[in-house]
């Protein structure tokens, strides 16, 4: 049970409405994310925004996908990992084995999405101040400045919903039970 109000079209405030009328008309249904971050309609103003700014970053879905799972692992955050574990499926098309490594956080059958995920875990780890090493590994990897910089934003906007949903104790919606995660102990 949620320790915060997840809002409905009709209980939400009416700035945070419109968002949520636009999430169910593209999923069919609203995330149950959605409905807490609704309490506060700059909250989900800033979600909403900040998301589709991540999607026109240079990173592949894949890279984005990855940063958001790597982040939701290591955060705990059991409604985004299955969150975008549908993503990955229903969207990118991503093979199980990376998938399923991802959730795991064992190492990636792609060379370049491990570098993602371990600046991902190296930017969390150390709250931004990555090491020389851990810097230059992933320019090493092909990326670059640019790169460096999406990783964060991705790493922003994973902070905000693995934390929301964290401290409301959000319910999985029925729609993604499927891809239920349990932290490993």
Known sequence: MSRLTVQT?????????????????????????????ANAPTAIETYVTVSEINGRTSLTLAERETVQITAATNHGCAFCVAGHTAVCYKVGKLEPELVNALRDQTPLPDAKLEAVAEFTRAVIRSRGAVTPNELQAFQDAGYGEQQVLEVILGVSLATLCNFANTLAGTDLNPELSAYRWERKA
Not at 12 to 29: I, M, R, T
Request: glycine share 6%; no cysteine.
């Open 9 to 37: 079209l009709e209980s939400a405030p009416e700035a945070s409405q419109p968002y949520l009328a636009k999430a169910k008309a593209k999923n069919g249904f609203i995330p149950n994310l959605l409905g807490v971050l």
